[in-house]
């Protein structure tokens, strides 16, 4: 991965980072200010041998070298109980040898003959008594041994050459490292954590996205919109909110798809159900009636219709009706009140749908609806759990799948492709639903803001939402 990508990754994922940051600072945060703050002493050592002072040159060499060579010994003296216990008596300490010994360590500069004892403890008095203890202790332990027997003189002398300080901070916690330290830490692990979700994400999410995933271009990206239940119709917007404004896009974008046709027919589908299919072809048949053009939408989803729901429109007649010749084409039609879009709902649900939709009957109902509509929307099931879509797409002049933001994967949006191929039908484009708001401009990619305006200059309403009801209407619906 390049440098870019990386960026692309923290751009996606920058509230993950921020919070796996926050939250590692806030751990640290809460143990840096309720620990018990621990002081440090420290008291020196300085080991010498008898024969240091002799008589010659070399006899001080090697009374140097050997007590070099025994220092280190020395030091693990510290982790003895019998030590400990020494100490924990001329000090009166309440507190057992084993847990004296994990307050106190020894260490040894190299190439001297140096020992430093360091003591921990919440009390800076008592640690630089437990460390002056230690010394004095340490040191008498060593003559101890060193004294051979019979002998009343020790063969190396040990001196406290630095007596025990006083501490004035502690060493632990020390709030501006560990601060410091969680922060770092935290954004590492949010960025690691960022790289791995977007390594193991597939969603669609990007224009990058699609078009590594499809040879269809993206046709437009509609926003998420929290008011989209109470509101799913863009009729109920105002003119200039960004959701109309990313239909009116989408409509500009689909006029250039098949440019010389005099009709078209496109259906609108998706991978998986859920993914805002029904919603987009509505709209997008409003949008388009908006402008002028006789559009019919055609409700083709036979098993779960939604579309005649949510234009408020009777779905007792429809497809299914006409497609058995109980009604007529004319009779069956019906027109969105405020709009001038003409609708053919589903009808009843039948138990074949798949067979009515390639039928005969249905291939004369869409040449009938060429006659008198200049687009067509046709709001189909999904692709892979029927095919009831390609079979439409295969009548028409394309397919127009609906995939939405991070929940679509790019495997299913393939897979959707790969259906369409198979019945010979083309996928014109792809619709990019519910992409997250970005700030400073509409909804997703740069669509849906400041067309026809200078920014921030809309004009003021004149006119309030739009209420659909129900209407019957019998021949061609206007085109106003």
């Known amino acids: 991965m390049e440098l870019r990508d990386y960026l692309r990754i923290l751009r996606r994922r920058w509230m ?18 309720t620990v018990t703050p621990m002081y440090q002493s420290t008291a020196k050592l300085f080991i010498s041998s008898s024969a240091d002072g002799g008589e010659t040159v070399s ?43 994990e307050h106190v360590t020894a260490t040894v500069t190299p190439n ?54 006083l501490p004035t901070t502690p060493v632990s916690p020390q709030p501006a490292r560990s601060l410091g330290l969680a922060f770092a830490l935290g954004l590492l692990l949010g960025v690691g954590l960022a790289v791995a979700r977007e390594l193991l994400d597939t969603t669609v999410k990007s224009v990058d996205d699609v078009r590594e995933t499809t040879d269809a271009p993206l046709l437009g990206a509609i926003g998420f919109d929290s008011q989209i239940r109470s509101q799913p119709l863009v009729t109920s917007l105002s003119s200039h909110a960004p959701r109309a404004e990313a239909f009116r896009v989408l409509r500009t974008n689909l006029q250039f ?23 987009t072809s509505v ?20 098993r779960r219709p939604k579309a005649a729901v949510a234009l408020e429109v009777d779905n007792s007649v429809g497809v299914t009706t006409v497609l058995l010749g109980k009604v007529s084409f004319d009779d069956a039609l019906q027109e969105h009140a405020g709009t001038g879009l003409a609708v053919l ?61 991070g ?23 792809v619709v990019l639903n519910m992409t997250p708001a970005r700030r400073g401009q509409g909804y997703g990619y740069g669509y849906g803001y400041g067309y026809g305006y ?16 129900r209407k019957r209407t019998r021949g061609a619906p206007s085109s106003e």
């Open 16 to 33: 993950l980072v921020l919070t796996s940051t926050l939250i590692v600072v806030a751990a640290a945060a809460v143990y840096t200010f």
């Open 59 to 101: 006899g001080a060499f090697q009374g140097a070298q050997f007590s070099q060579q025994q220092v280190t010994s020395y030091a693990d003296f510290v982790r003895d109980a019998d030590l400990a216990a020494v100490v924990i008596k001329d000090l009166s300490l309440s507190m057992t040898p084993s847990a004296l010994k």
């Open 112 to 165: 001297t003959v140096i020992i430093a004892l360091q003591a921990q403890d919440a009390s800076p008095t008592q640690a630089q008594a437990i460390a002056q203890g230690y010394a004095v202790a340490l040191a008498d332990q060593i003559r101890s041994v060193e004294t051979p027997v019979g002998e009343t003189e020790p063969l190396v002398r040990p001196s406290v050459t630095s007596d025990a300080t």
């Open 257 to 279: 798809v098949d440019v010389d046709a005099t009709t078209k027919v496109f259906v609108v589908t998706s991978a998986l159900p859920g993914e805002g299919k029904t919603t």
């Open 283 to 302: 709209n997008l048949a409003i949008t388009l009636a908006q402008a002028g053009q006789k559009t019919l939408l055609i409700e083709c989803d036979l």
């Open 345 to 405: 709902a589903s009808g009843a649900v039948p138990p074949n749908p798949a067979e009515l939709l390639q039928s005969r009957a249905m291939a004369d109902l869409l040449e009938h609806a060429k006659d008198r509509f200049d687009t067509i929307i046709i709001d189909a099931p999904p692709l892979l759990p029927v095919t009831d879509a390609a079979l439409l797409a295969s009548q028409a002049d394309g397919a127009i799948v609906v995939a939405a933001h």
């Open 407 to 429: 929940r679509t994967t790019r495997e299913q949006l393939a897979q959707a492709g790969e259906r369409l191929q198979q019945v010979d039908a083309a996928q014109v484009g």
């Open 454 to 469: 200078g920014y921030g200059y809309a004009p003021p309403e004149t006119t309030g939402p739009k209420k659909s009801t």
